[in-house]
């Protein structure tokens, strides 16, 4: 959404539906999840009715969920559903260095940093 923020998305695909229910299915989640945060929001979807049962076909270092959820759910567009399952992570990028002074420096604008950086090596020669 700017350029300090990366977005880190899931996959999701749909999979067979009925009249009452459709099928979702997750086989990647976002930089920084693991099978137990995927878990709890499944679990969290499930207390509240959104989702109706999923399966935990995970494999060592592969995710895989197929998710059980009314056809309403299922018929939404992906991008809703993305945020539906939190598969949608900001994360801002933030860049630590030391300067030339040996303190601890962190900012989130990397140009002005790289700008500062260079003037302080001109300086230097």
Known sequence: ENDKQFIFEGILRKGKSSKKFGWIIIDEVPWGYDREKMIKILTDLEDKGIVVDYN???VKNNFYFEIKVPIEIYNKDEDKLIELFKLR???TEVLTF????EELNWKTDKDN???KNTNLKKKSK
């Not at 030391?98 to 002074?101: D, E, L, V």
């Open 98 to 101: 030391i300067n030339s002074s």
């Open 56 to 58: 935990d076909a995970c």
């Open 89 to 91: 992570v900001k994360q």
């Open 113 to 115: 940093i790289i700008l």
